[in-house]
Structure formats: C-alpha cells, structure tokens
C-alpha cells in the first residue's frame, strides 16, 4: 500500500497487519494459513524496513528521545520476531497456534501507539522533501528485506543491512511453497 508521507506509509502498513490478523480470526481452518502467511510476509518487511530506515531517522532528526524510543522499539521487535519464528516453528495445526498469534498482534497494537506518536514529532521537523525521500526509502527497503523473522540476526544498521541482504533470497525461495491470499481477498481485507 504505501503512503505519500512516512506517518501515512507506516499507519498503513500497521493497518494492513490488523485486517490481516482480522481475516484469519474470521476466516474458516483451511483459509486461515494464507492469512497467517501473508500477516507474518508483511511484519517481517515492516519491522526490518523500520529498523533500518526509520529508527535512524528518529535517531538523527530526534536526538536523546529518538535514542531512547528506538532502544526500547528495537526491544519490542525483538520479542515480535521470537514470537513469529515461534508460529513458524510451530505450525498453523498447533494447539497453541492461534494463542501466540493472538498475542503478536496484541503486542502489535501496543507497540504501534508509541510508534507513531514518535513519527508526529519527526515529521514536524522533516522539510516536505524530507518526509518524501523517507517514504520512498522506506518502501524501496521492504523490496530487499527478508520476508520471515529471524530473531538471532543484528537489528541495527549495518550489520542488519548486510544479514537482510543475505537472508531475502532464501526467505523468497520459501515463500514459493506457501499459499497466499489473492489479490481480490486482500483488496476485500
């Protein structure tokens, strides 16, 4: 989806993943597996393009509060990818499955409030072209990035960067054998 500022590609994105969570919860067993896949794809793009492309950005343009916001999202990413590798591990027919799910997205929600209150305070002091060359980087990022979480990698930049360059393509090659939903049930979503 993608937004024309760095608020609006983010709360997109966040928006994205709840209507995802909210299509497995109502969809029946044999489709609910798509939906995860599709939920777990987004995060993982997300999280990394954020780590990579917005946590900077708060840093630079924020000083001491962007530091302190970026430590303690990075620790909230964090367990967001222990919890996805753990679904992945697991597997949609565990008993415990849909509970861990839940809860990633729980986690979600909270993690978002501070997140984008943070982007409010950055956009106020990014020029136009600022903001629009974030997006753009933004949303070029989430093309290279890995599409599964992997919990024991770096989460900061350059160290990130360079396992995210390594991992995508074996990320890609898995998610040829997964099912998706289709471009019309997610335009429905």
Do not use: C
């Not at 798509?34 to 999280?47: D, F, I, P, S």
């Not at 919990?151 to 990130?160: H, I, N, S, V």
């Amino acid at each position: 989806m993608g937004g024309s500022t760095i608020k609006a590609a983010i709360v997109d994105d966040h928006q994205e993943l709840a209507e995802y969570h909210s299509k497995y919860t109502t969809s029946p067993p044999p489709e609910q597996q798509k939906w995860a896949n599709q939920y777990m794809w987004e995060l993982a793009r997300h999280t990394v393009a954020e780590e990579l492309v917005l946590y900077p950005a708060f840093e630079r343009h924020l000083g001491a509060l962007g530091k302190e916001v970026t430590a303690r999202e990075r620790g909230e990413h964090q367990v967001q990818k222990e919890l996805q590798y753990r679904l992945e591990r697991m597997g949609h027919g565990h008993a415990e499955y849909n509970q861990v799910f839940d809860r990633l997205q729980q986690d979600l929600a909270e993690h978002v409030i501070e997140e984008e209150a943070t982007i409010d305070k950055l956009e106020a002091v990014l020029s136009k072209a600022e903001n629009e060359a974030l997006t753009q980087s933004l949303e070029q990022t989430k093309k290279f990035v890995p599409t599964r979480a992997h919990p024991g990698t770096a989460q900061a930049p350059p160290f990130e960067t360079v396992e995210a360059l390594l991992l995508a393509p074996v990320d890609h090659l898995k998610d040829l054998f997964a099912s998706w939903p289709t471009k019309e049930e997610k335009k429905a979503a």
